[in-house]
């Protein structure tokens, strides 16, 4: 199978702090892949490192065949932060178009309104929005020039139940369509929606399979029960 992300050795320290030790991992296309750990765990250090914006202390990191941070890949790459990044004076189309044509992507603004659900919203001021609605804008940044990977950091903290039903939906519906989604949580529960996960601690790597294949792995019934033992095992 094809991987999207490979990672040898990879290290990164910041203030004489090692937030990802000696890391290791292949994630394949195509796939939903979930890095779940809690916070601190170096989840974002990881996607910054992915997205090119986080220098490496050691270690190699390819992304979609090449080195991370190449300019080839800017084009190929979706990012959505944790906060939202989108202009709150500007209305939600307005902000689309700005982004497209900044980054020298085709905008295709109408059809990513209605894939994230604010077609309603189009002429609508971001600073007036909905927290939840703000997450959408975001991720339709994200989606602008349709990405062939996606990468989401806690994309669905603060958003309401319906909304993370909603936004899981279409996360899946973009996997069908052969684009690879990295998406980092804490919430274990969130485990099950995934294809493959990626489990880290103190900026290691505990464990990498389906949930079931973990689960079957530490004789557990859920993710939650599987970390806390692997985390027993490595203590």
Known sequence: MEVAIKASNLGVTKDGFEILKNVSVELS??????????????????????????????????????????????????YMPQTP????????????AYFAKMNGQASHVHQLLA???????????VGSLSGGQKSRVSLAIALLGSPKLLVLDEPTVGVDPVLRKQLWELFHDLAQTGVTLLVSSHV???????????????GQILAQGSPKELENRTKTSNIEDSFLKLVESKS
């Open 29 to 78: 296309a195509g796939k939903i892949i979930g890095l779940l750990g809690p916070s601190g765990a170096g989840k974002t250090t990881f996607i910054r490192s992915v997205i090119g914006r986080q220098k490496l202390s050691h270690g190699s990191l390819d992304v979609l065949g090449l080195p991370a941070g190449s300019a080839a890949l800017r084009s190929q790459i979706g």
């Open 85 to 96: 990044a989108a202009y709150s004076d500007l209305t939600v189309q307005q902000n689309l």
């Open 188 to 202: 274990m529960d969130e485990a099950s929606r995934c294809d493959e996960l990626v489990l880290i601690r103190d």
């Open 115 to 125: 894939k994230v659900g604010l077609a309603k919203q189009a002429n609508q001021l």
